[in-house]
């Protein structure tokens, strides 16, 4: 559940000077970010830079202390989700209880926008059994539930927050994969954060890059790269200028 605050704004994410500040300090600060449509976007940067709290800010589950953050126009209230909005966490919290097709019939109960016959072709697609117990499943194809769950909603933005880390390469492979495919058919934006950076090449049209809490480098990767640099090197090429510059300081 949202307020509505930017009825004339529909792009997926603006931030206008927002920030995040818990009692040891700025966890995100003076962030100022434009995510647009129908985009893939790699969320970038080392340890503690406030890659998973801006993502908190963009569900609602965190309030911002300085700044807003407007999602497709709305004001994330912190009572949910906004219904074009999906969120996919590394942990996946699935119910390890209920089967497959349990976990799918709980998804359409609780949201309306539910695709019922779209989430069971997912699964399917994944050769995951419908009548098998969520926690008998091994990592890739619990993934592959948790996508099919969070694609199911069909979200205009979906936020993935380390969601491939647990998996083998093979299986992250097959996982991007699909993600791709699906973001390309249903003109969703797809928010991606992750710190294995070769997984993000060839995937991502769109790099937001923070650190120590700010943004260090944002827009599209073929403007950023303009010399061609993969999007890996032009990463770490200016991780590693923030650092020296710190240790110049």
């Known amino acids: 559940m949202t307020t509505r605050r930017h009825p004339d704004r529909a792009l997926p994410v603006l931030a206008e000077g927002v920030g995040k500040r818990y009692r040891r300090g700025w966890a995100l600060e003076?962030?100022?970010l434009v995510i647009p449509e129908n985009r893939v976007v790699a969320l970038v940067g080392p340890n503690g830079a406030g890659k998973s709290t801006l993502m908190g800010l963009v569900t609602g589950m965190l309030r911002p202390s300085a700044g807003s953050i407007a999602v497709f126009g709305d004001e994330p209230s912190g009572k949910g989700l906004h219904p074009a909005v999906s969120y996919l966490a590394q942990q996946k919290?699935?119910?390890r209880q209920l089967t497959v097709a349990e976990t799918l019939t709980f998804g359409a109960r609780t949201n309306p926008t539910w695709d019922q016959g779209y989430a069971s072709h997912l699964v399917e697609q994944a050769g995951v059994p419908m009548n098998a117990k969520v926690g008998t499943l091994s990592?890739?194809?619990r993934t592959r539930v948790a996508l099919a769950l969070a694609l199911g909603k069909r979200p205009r933005l979906l936020l993935l927050d380390e969601p491939l880390a647990d998996l083998d390469p093979l299986a992250r492979e097959a996982v991007l994969r699909v993600l791709m495919s699906e973001a390309r058919m249903?003109?969703?934006t797809v928010v991606l954060s992750s710190?294995?950076?070769a997984e993000l090449e060839g995937v991502c049209d769109h790099l937001v890059l923070l650190h120590r809490g700010?943004?260090?480098?944002?827009?599209?990767?073929?403007?950023?790269s303009g010399d061609g640099t993969p999007l890996g090197e032009?990463?770490?090429?200016?991780m590693r200028a923030a650092a020296a510059q710190e240790v110049a300081a």
């Not at 700010?214 to 950023?224: M, P, S, T």
């Not at 032009?234 to 200016?238: I, P, T």
């Open 139 to 141: 990592g890739g194809q």
């Open 214 to 224: 700010r943004v260090l480098l944002a827009g599209d990767v073929n403007r950023l």
């Open 195 to 197: 710190h294995v950076l």
């Open 93 to 95: 919290p699935l119910y």
């Open 234 to 238: 032009l990463v770490l090429r200016h």
């Open 186 to 188: 249903q003109g969703m």
């Open 30 to 32: 003076e962030t100022s």
